[in-house]
């Protein structure tokens, strides 16, 4: 009994270390996860955590539990990121790196993009700041991907737009309908098919091999492909041409 005294209380103060251990801050590992691995992050908070599309972060009082809370149950615009995407842990070493940086000057001021939609599926991907990631496809009508839909032969209609927002593959978080309506998924899907149209329409005529500015005229000479083909009725021709001859000579000898 004495043993077991003594030995619980050092087991429970190895799982506190341990567990002390597992949720240390690394503000290095937060810098890489920031810059490379989460760089959705940095595309709407800012590099430094200055603000871009969304508020700035380096002066979060917010604990990194609740940054944490934030990311699986975000509010707001932000859109879900799975533990997949990123970890409890990536989330607490970015919050001692970015939360250690200088805090931001003046008042935040969402960026404008500059960008003068002509279709509302354009307007709403800025508004609903798809174009923090997806800058060239909305001012320019191209992107990756645009091009991803063209090469493999997909048009980007409502129920795929609509998959890839809730149930979306690689790196992109999720959108719940309260932060993109099923209406809305359709306008985008309007816009991104027509410029999947545009580029689909400029795809064959690029790839088009322009023909050689002398073709071969019509009864022109052999190839030399068909030497073989020529030498074998020449030799044949030859053998029954001595096969005859040779007949006639021995039919003219005499008996």
Sequence with gaps: MRKLFVLIPAILIFLGLTASVAFAQDPDAGKTAWEEQVWQCSRCHGAQGEGVFARPLSNSTL??????????????????????????????????????LPDPTGDFQRKDPGIAATHPGQELMVQKNCVACHEDVVSTGQGRIVEGFVQRGVTPTTEVVLKQLRTPFERMPAFSESQVSNDEAAQIADYLTSLVSNQSAEAPAAATTPAPANLPATGGEASSNNLPLILLLVGGGLALAGLTLRRRIIGKKPS
């Excluded at 509010?75 to 990123?86: I, T």
């Design 63 to 100: 604990t990194e539990d609740e940054w944490i809370d934030q990311v699986r149950n975000p509010r707001r615009f932000m859109p879900h990121f799975s533990e997949a995407q990123v970890s409890d842990q990536q989330i607490r070493d970015m919050h001692a790196y970015i939360t250690a």
